[in-house]
């Protein structure tokens, strides 16, 4: 191998493992916020400038989780073999996660959660529609629901994909299942998921006391362009 092989199969290496500790320190995040039980839920995130992904392995204990034992992952779904955590089975999810990887290059991160409110939403087939500003700011307009659709191939996958792509939510209600989020890097879709469960609660909360009152669309819109925009120190610190 040529020096220069050496040093590029040394860079890939370096945000392979990169991926692997944010993805590690990431499920702790769901843990804190109350996103998930048991083992039920995950994160991924893709190795920039590779056709790779980072995902959790599968009925393994958050308390177990770490750099280590975390998957590797080719853009098929395919666990790479060879690979720290290669003898693991990934992710229940791992081909829905692939698929919005393979369809939405922009992607970087995808989050998978059973938090109460939301999945309550999705249990209705019903989007949550946008009455707060922070789900403006966020989230652009109502949070989708998608199709509902059965674990153990990319079907999953093939809903979000078909109700995110062009939408400004970053999240989407698979019906009868849950939310998935999606964001340019991992702790970006963990932002999404934190938040989409949030306005869940307080739109329902909201809904239980009297008639909810919409936003107008135009004050949408400069709420969202404000908030991706103009606010905050960086497009990962906002609020």
Not at 64 to 78: E, S, V, Y
Not at 89 to 118: F, I, K, L, W
Not at 128 to 143: L, Q, S
Request: hydrophobic share 40%; with cysteine; glycine share 10%.
């Amino acid at each position: 191998m040529t020096a220069a092989g050496v040093t590029a199969g040394a860079e890939l290496q370096a945000r392979i493992d990169a991926v692997r500790a944010d993805v590690a320190a990431l499920h702790g995040e769901l843990v804190r916020y109350g996103l998930v039980v048991w083992t039920g839920g995950n994160v991924s995130g893709r190795v920039p400038g590779s056709d790779l992904f980072v995902i959790k392995p599968s009925g393994v204990s958050y308390d177990d989780l770490a750099p280590d034992n975390m998957i590797l992952c080719d853009l098929d779904g395919a666990v790479v073999p060879g690979t720290p955590g290669s003898d693991r089975s990934p992710s229940s999810d791992t081909a829905a996660h692939a698929y919005v990887y393979r369809n939405m290059p922009e992607v970087g991160g995808v989050v998978h959660t059973h938090s109460d409110y939301a999945v309550a939403w999705a249990a209705r087939g019903e989007e949550i529609p946008c009455v707060i500003t922070a789900m403006a700011d966020e989230f652009g307009g109502p949070i989708p629901v998608g199709p509902f659709a059965i674990i153990g191939d990319d079907s999953i996958g093939r809903g979000i994909v078909d109700t995110l792509r062009g939408h400004r939510s970053r999240a989407v209600l698979m019906q009868n299942h849950g939310p998935f989020t999606i964001g340019a890097t991992a702790k970006d879709a963990v932002k999404a998921a934190v938040m989409c469960e949030d306005v869940a609660r307080t739109v329902h909360l909201a809904r239980q006391a009297g008639e909810l009152i919409p936003l107008p669309q135009d004050a949408i819109d400069a709420l969202y362009s404000r908030y991706q925009n103009v606010y905050g120190q960086s497009t990962d610190d906002r609020r």
